[in-house]
Antibody, heavy 116, light 112 residues
Framework: EVQLVESGGGLVQPGGSLRLSCAAS????????MSWVRQAPGKGLECVSVISGSDDSTNYADSVKGRFTISRDNSRDTLYLQMNSLRAEDTAVYYC?????????WGQGTLVTVSS | DVVMTQSPLSLPVTLGQPASISCRSS???????????LNWFQQRPGQSPRRLIYKVSNRDSGVPDRFSGSGSGTDFTLRISRVEAEDVGVYYC?????????FGQGTKLEIK
């Protein structure tokens, strides 16, 4: 069974940093590109960043470019999102998903709150 | 960015009646390999999004056959043949052809 479990969310002050993790199981992690998608409270979905299976290709939404870094450790079956210079508008539930163009499996999400 | 426009944004439906959601993209979603990367997701209250349909019309495993997707190019539709109580939630279309991948605004389905 495919499972994706996010962790690392929490309350952080504006300008602060957080690192999100997504532990994958039930499939060959290195064979799949992965995505981070976020959802602000009461709002819609925004694809934040994607990474290829081999880790040699990444993309970022303009809203996070230069502040967020996606990475993966295929030996640990884990996806990461390093978030720096956090702003109030980054407050959201962050989901990891398997796949990028056709994301078929999603985790339960982790809440990031940016507030003083 | 490719803009995905859904209609209606609110959809009150009587149990057992059909429902239809439209999704239009600001440019054609045909990818370089010939596939059209158009997905439909359901998000029930308090839950993560769940993919229902991928590549326009392919139903995911475990998705009831009352859900169907159709369309081409820039114009797509999700249909529910007979709405059930468990179908309440928000439905999103999403394009994965161009970066950034973008979602529609969401359509909130409720029981009348």
């Amino acid at each position: 069974e495919v499972q994706l479990v996010e962790s690392g969310g929490g309350l952080v002050q504006p300008g602060g940093s957080l690192r999100l993790s997504c532990a994958a199981s039930g499939f060959t992690f290195s064979s799949y590109a992965m995505s981070w998608v976020r959802q602000a409270p009461g709002k819609g979905l925004e694809c934040v960043s994607v990474i290829s299976g081999s880790d040699d290709s990444t993309n970022y939404a303009d809203s996070v470019k230069g502040r967020f870094t996606i990475s993966r450790d295929n030996s640990r079956d884990t996806l990461y999102l390093q978030m720096n210079s956090l702003r109030a508008e980054d407050t959201a539930v962050y989901y990891c998903a398997r796949g990028t163009r056709l994301p078929g499996y999603w985790g339960q999400g982790t809440l990031v709150t940016v507030s003083s | 960015d490719v803009v995905m426009t859904q209609s209606p944004l609110s959809l009150p439906v009587t149990l057992g009646q059909p429902a239809s959601i439209s999704c239009r993209s600001s440019q054609s979603l045909v990818y370089s390999d010939g596939n059209t990367c158009l997905n439909w997701f359901q998000q029930r209250p308090g839950q993560s999004p769940r993919r229902l349909i991928y590549k326009v019309s392919n139903r995911d495993s475990g998705v009831p056959d009352r859900f169907s997707g159709s369309g081409s190019g820039t114009d797509f539709t999700l249909r529910i043949s007979r709405v059930e109580a468990e179908d309440v939630g928000v439905y999103y279309c999403m394009q994965g052809t161009y970066w950034p991948h973008t979602f529609g605004q969401g359509t909130k389905l409720e029981i009348k």
